[in-house]
């Protein structure tokens, strides 16, 4: 008789963990397109500004998942006529990717014109448009549109330090000499307390 329980015990025990295993076991959730892109306009041109504070507003319609649960979204560019297949940049969404619009920053619109060949100060024509995805499935929106930025003048990223070389300089035209320039912003309290004592040495001298 124990022979018997223990033999449909074992049976149930191995029958429970194969149910276990077949209903947990991972499946990528198939996600729809985003039919719609509201903002920013088709054609919208942007002049992009250094501020840090400076970026431009994304948005588009939701998309679905099977199983219910949030896509993850990301802002993809290419080069005018180009169809997304080798995309020149992409932007990850607000809240990580899991909301359905982007604000991005004009640096980074900077360093999408950048990837796309324009140069500082140039201004030239993008395209845009959203993937959304749920697990390994992603699906590109049904349209695109186009975006006109024109580039930052100047260093994309503010260099930490600086150095002048030439034959009008201490080191000449050996750029092992090159002399550093000096930060005010950085070295403010060194900065200013030397701009103290030079004035102070005017007026003596004065």
């Given at each position: 008789?124990?022979?018997?329980?223990?033999?449909?015990?074992?049976?149930?025990?191995?029958?429970?963990?194969?149910?276990?295993?077949?209903?947990?076991?991972?499946?990528?959730?198939?996600?729809?397109?985003v039919?719609?892109?509201?903002?920013?306009?088709?054609?919208?041109?942007?002049?992009?500004?250094?501020?840090?504070?400076?970026?431009?507003?994304?948005?588009?319609?939701?998309?679905?998942?099977?199983?219910?649960?949030?896509?993850?979204?990301?802002?993809?560019f290419?080069?005018?006529?180009?169809?997304?297949?080798?995309?020149?940049?992409?932007?990850?969404?607000?809240?990580?990717?899991?909301?359905?619009y982007?604000?991005?920053?004009?640096?980074?619109?900077?360093?999408?014109?950048?990837?796309?060949?324009?140069?500082?100060?140039?201004?030239?024509?993008?395209?845009?448009?959203?993937?959304?995805?749920?697990?390994?499935?992603?699906?590109?929106?049904?349209?695109?549109?186009?975006?006109?930025?024109?580039?930052?003048?100047?260093?994309?990223?503010?260099?930490?330090?600086?150095?002048?070389?030439?034959?009008?300089?201490?080191?000449?035209?050996?750029?092992?000499?090159?002399?550093?320039?000096?930060?005010?912003?950085?070295?403010?309290?060194?900065?200013?307390?030397?701009?103290?004592?030079?004035?102070?040495?005017?007026?003596?001298?004065?």
């Amino acid at each position: 008789m124990k022979t018997i329980f223990s033999t449909i015990a074992l049976f149930s025990a191995v029958l429970f963990a194969t149910s276990c295993t077949e209903d947990m076991e991972y499946k990528d959730s198939k996600v729809s397109s985003v039919n719609q892109l509201y903002e920013p306009t088709d054609g919208k041109e942007v002049v992009l500004q250094s501020s840090a504070s400076a970026s431009l507003f994304f948005e588009w319609e939701s998309a679905k998942a099977e199983d219910s649960g949030a896509p993850l979204y990301e802002v993809v560019f290419d080069k005018e006529g180009g169809d997304f297949s080798k995309p020149i940049y992409k932007v990850l969404s607000d809240n990580g990717g899991s909301l359905s619009y982007a604000t991005i920053s004009h640096k980074t619109l900077n360093k999408v014109g950048a990837a796309a060949g324009l140069n500082s100060g140039e201004t030239g024509t993008l395209v845009w448009t959203v993937m959304a995805s749920r697990g390994l499935n992603s699906v590109m929106a049904k349209e695109s549109k186009k975006l006109t930025i024109t580039r930052l003048v100047g260093f994309e990223e503010i260099p930490a330090q600086l150095y002048l070389t030439g034959s009008a300089t201490e080191g000449g035209m050996d750029a092992s000499k090159a002399v550093a320039c000096a930060s005010p912003e950085k070295d403010k309290p060194n900065f200013r307390k030397r701009m103290k004592s030079e004035i102070a040495m005017h007026f003596l001298v004065s």
